[in-house]
């Protein structure tokens, strides 16, 4: 297999196995306390329970570790059981003001297992365990239908409390050039916002749909989060720890939004051509905004993406009967430059890297059904 680690002396491999089983029941009640009043009421219960092995060894080409593999990475067999009984309710009340337009607020629990974590190869069980994280949520809003149902409208707002949220994080222990990966448990976040989207048929060849977001998400504790490592540690201990605490999430825009208007046409009933009697002209524009965000968990500002707008566009022929089509799309057609993920490169302190999403790119397709 091929080594975690190498050197010019030794190698280290890491063998990790954990299986998961869940008995869950759940159910849901509906009360109709008027004719357009109803108030409804779930609950769901889970077992969950983990056990994992994990194996890492130290092979070394004299029969003894040695050199800077020694020293950052240690040899260790572990095996860890964890089960746990979860539960989440929910309950909310959901107004019909009419057959087209209701309004509803709901409250709800939530909950992500905890276990063992498949990423660390620390030999600490604190590092290789993960508490479960719990959430609390509430949200109220409104789905439309309008015009006659050429147009629906969905509106919400949500407040949510998390608490041990999991987060994939890396830190460099005390002496160490390896960051050890692991998940790890935030103390308290807060995620607040709005969500709202919108389809509009104005013709029967025209479409439009569009979406906005906006998500106010921020640590309210979490003072444990990894730095760059040529940062000061603000706690004061000796691992690359800084707090993090009213920051803004880590790959967590604020604003987002999109439109996407689109063309099915039928050539057949604007041309007397044969050539085009059954084929119909698809077409279509979209239009991306992303907000600012961090692309790593240390939300370093050098690794802060700056905002972007992202335009895409589609043009083809379908038959009538669906057998067949052809297209051409252009994806990211401005060409934006605009990363995904940024990571430290490791050892050169300071050193941040990004992982740049694809330029313009040209798509052709053809489709066949028979």
């Given at each position: 297999?091929?080594?975690?680690?190498?050197?010019?002396?030794?190698?280290?491999?890491?063998?990790?196995?954990?299986?998961?089983?869940?008995?869950?029941?759940?159910?849901?009640?509906?009360?109709?306390?008027?004719d357009?009043?109803?108030?409804?009421?779930?609950?769901?219960?889970?077992?969950?329970?983990?056990?994992?092995?994990?194996?890492?060894?130290?092979?070394?080409?004299?029969?003894?570790?040695?050199?800077?593999?020694?020293n950052?990475?240690?040899?260790?067999n572990?095996?860890?059981?964890?089960?746990?009984?979860?539960?989440?309710?929910?309950?909310?009340?959901?107004?019909?003001?009419?057959?087209?337009i209701?309004?509803?607020?709901?409250?709800?629990?939530?909950?992500?297992?905890?276990?063992?974590?498949?990423?660390?190869?620390?030999?600490?069980?604190?590092?290789?365990?993960?508490?479960?994280?719990?959430?609390?949520?509430?949200?109220?809003?409104?789905?439309?239908?309008?015009?006659?149902?050429?147009?629906?409208?969905?509106?919400?707002?949500?407040?949510?409390?998390?608490?041990?949220?999991?987060?994939?994080t890396?830190?460099?222990?005390?002496?160490?050039?390896i960051?050890?990966a692991?998940?790890?448990?935030?103390?308290?976040?807060?995620?607040?916002?709005?969500?709202?989207?919108?389809?509009?048929?104005?013709?029967?060849?025209?479409?439009?749909?569009?979406?906005?977001?906006?998500?106010?998400?921020?640590?309210?504790?979490?003072?444990?989060?990894?730095?760059?490592?040529?940062?000061?540690?603000?706690?004061?201990?000796?691992?690359?720890?800084?707090?993090?605490?009213?920051?803004?999430?880590?790959?967590?825009?604020?604003?987002?939004?999109?439109?996407?208007?689109?063309?099915?046409?039928?050539?057949?009933?604007?041309?007397?051509?044969?050539?085009?009697?059954?084929?119909?002209?698809r077409?279509?524009?979209?239009?991306?905004?992303?907000?600012?965000?961090?692309?790593?968990?240390?939300?370093?500002?050098?690794?802060?993406?700056?905002?972007?707008?992202?335009?895409?566009?589609?043009?083809?022929?379908?038959?009538?009967?669906?057998?067949w089509?052809v297209?051409?799309?252009?994806?990211?057609?401005?060409?934006?430059?605009?990363?995904?993920?940024?990571?430290?490169?490791?050892?050169?302190?300071?050193?941040?890297?990004?992982?740049?999403?694809?330029?313009?790119?040209?798509?052709?397709?053809?489709?066949?059904s028979?």
């Open positions: 297999s091929t080594p975690l680690y190498s050197s010019a002396a030794s190698d280290v491999y890491k063998r990790q196995a954990q299986e998961a089983t869940e008995k869950a029941v759940f159910g849901q009640f509906n009360w109709y306390l008027l357009r009043l109803t108030l409804f009421a779930g609950l769901r219960v889970s077992e969950i329970r983990k056990d994992a092995v994990w194996v890492q060894t130290i092979e070394a080409e004299n029969g003894e570790p040695c050199c800077i593999i020694d950052l990475v240690s040899s260790f572990g095996t860890e059981s964890d089960r746990e009984l979860y539960r989440a309710p929910k309950v909310g009340l959901k107004f019909d003001w009419t057959d087209d209701n309004f509803y607020v709901t409250w709800a629990e939530g909950f992500q297992p905890g276990g063992f974590n498949n990423f660390s190869n620390s030999d600490t069980l604190e590092s290789r365990t993960v508490d479960p994280a719990y959430v609390e949520a509430w949200e109220a809003g409104s789905k439309m239908r309008l015009l006659d149902g050429a147009a629906e409208l969905n509106v919400g707002l949500f407040l949510m409390n998390l608490r041990d949220f999991q987060l994939f890396t830190a460099t222990e005390e002496g160490g050039i960051p050890i692991q998940v790890t448990n935030v103390g308290e976040l807060e995620v607040k916002g709005l969500e709202l989207d919108f389809t509009w048929l104005p013709t029967h060849w025209l479409s439009l749909r569009g979406s906005l977001g906006y998500n106010d998400s921020k640590y309210l504790d979490f003072p444990i989060a990894t730095c760059m490592t040529d940062n000061a540690n603000s706690d004061g201990d000796d691992e690359a720890r800084c707090d993090l605490t009213g920051q803004q999430l880590t790959q967590a825009p604020k604003w987002e939004a999109s439109f996407t208007p689109s063309i099915t046409l039928p050539l057949g009933q604007i041309t007397d051509n044969r050539l085009f009697r059954n084929l119909d002209l077409a279509g524009i979209g239009v991306q905004y992303t907000d600012d965000r961090f692309l790593h968990e240390s939300n370093d500002p050098r690794h802060l993406q700056p905002a972007y707008t992202l335009l895409s566009a589609n043009i083809g022929l379908r038959h009538a009967t669906g057998n089509s297209g051409l799309r252009v994806e990211n057609a401005t060409d934006e430059r605009y990363s995904n993920v940024g990571i430290e490169a490791i050892p050169a302190a300071g050193l941040g890297v990004q992982a740049p999403n694809p330029p313009r790119t040209v798509l052709g397709s053809f489709r066949w028979f």
